[in-house]
């Protein structure tokens, strides 16, 4: 069973930033926050990841609270194309990814 | 594009048969992992091979079987098929390193069980 908690849905206007949160109330101290994303009917994409600090890429922001109870990926200016099953996974380095259900992020023109 | 390839696409068997998916790693990468995906669910991990041996394995019954070969391609098994076992099949190639790793998926296989 996936070990975080997610949001069902959210919504976002097109040029806005996306904000999606996650918990990860049982995450040990050496097992990674993860971030993917699916769109329909293709594989997996990944976004991020972190241990405690925050991270930035050329596709999002990580932020994860200083407890590392809880984290929150930033798309900052979200577009059509970001409308996807967002989902967040806490593990260990190298091994399986348990998937929860996701939130379904839907981008609004 | 991850540059992480299945094949088939799509696949339509009948129950009791067999079946073997393929899947076409990152360059350079050395562990592949399988998962399945039912409808509507988030993929479930079934195992993961990290240099032609099992390295960890789900909850999933020895019918379930795979390889990886030295060119880090590998093949997901799966014996007398059943119903249930209709779903996409997912791999996805890493690099295994100790400051955590990201996974790169392949489009997955659409397996369909008659």
């Known amino acids: 069973d996936a070990k975080t908690t997610q949001p069902t849905s959210m919504d976002c206007a097109e040029g806005r930033a996306a904000n999606l949160p996650c918990n990860h109330s049982?995450?040990?101290?050496?097992?990674?926050v993860y971030w993917y994303r699916q769109i329909h009917s293709q594989g997996p994409q990944y976004i991020i990841h972190g241990l405690k600090n925050n991270e930035t890429n050329e596709m999002a922001s990580l932020i994860i609270t200083e407890d590392r109870k809880s984290s929150t990926l930033i798309l900052p200016h979200a577009t059509l194309r970001d409308t996807a099953v967002y989902y967040c996974?806490?593990?260990?380095?190298?091994?399986?990814?348990?998937f929860g259900k996701g939130t379904l992020l839907t981008v609004n023109p | 594009e991850t540059g992480v390839t299945q094949s088939p696409t799509h696949l339509i068997k009948t129950r009791g048969q067999q079946v073997t998916l393929r899947c076409s790693s990152q360059?350079?990468?050395?562990?592949v992992s399988w998962y399945q995906q039912a409808l509507g669910q988030g993929p479930q991990f079934i195992f993961q091979y990290y240099r032609e041996e099992e390295n960890g394995r789900g909850n999933f019954p020895p019918r379930f079987s795979g390889l990886q070969f030295p060119n880090y391609s590998s093949e997901l098994n799966v014996n007398a098929l059943e119903l249930d076992d209709s779903a996409l099949y997912l791999c996805a190639s890493s690099l295994k390193r100790e400051k955590g790793s990201e996974q790169y998926f392949g489009p997955g296989t659409r397996l369909t069980v008659t």
């Open positions: 049982t995450i040990s101290g050496n097992e990674y």
């Open positions: 360059s350079g990468h050395n562990t």
């Open positions: 996974i806490d593990g260990g380095s190298n091994y399986k990814l348990t």
